[in-house]
């Protein structure tokens, strides 16, 4: 497991790198620029539900010719937030993201967007999530290691066994 985690982490990025920052809670999720093809706003109503999938995939939307499955990010950090919102911000995967291309991390909102330089230079070396500088927010670096490769199966209906 620890080669696993060696090989999570990246080298620091060269100079200029772009990265966009969005907030979970408690948490500010870095996406590498290379990663993202788009951002995007969606109104509730679109989501389309996907039954017997794992409850962090909220369901799917159409987008631009193509279905865009949609995975709750704060789910997946273990973070507990109703999705109240009627208005959805949503990262979507490009292709550098490779077998996950294409899918839309719903987040709480964009921050900013920074260079490499403008980040601590740990969070390119670890997998830990560092604090803020300037809040008690921590910063975790994004990379598609955090999506399971289990997200996307179906899950297995089973009937209820309890009798009255």
Known sequence: ??????????????????????QLD?????????????????????????????????????????LVPLVVTDALFGISSPLTKERLTVVRLGEQAQKFAGVGLVVERFLSSQTSEQLPAEIFNSDLYFPATESDATLKLFRTQLLSDELFLPQRWAASTSRS
């Open 1 to 22: 497991m620890t080669g696993e985690a060696d090989s999570a982490a990246i080298a620091t990025p060269p100079s200029g790198s772009r990265f966009i920052l969005a």
């Open 26 to 66: 408690r948490l500010t999720l870095v996406f590498p620029a290379n990663l993202v093809a788009e951002t995007l706003l969606i109104e509730r109503s679109q989501i389309l539900p996907i039954p017997f999938y794992s409850s962090v995939v909220l369901g799917c939307i159409h987008h631009a010719g193509q």
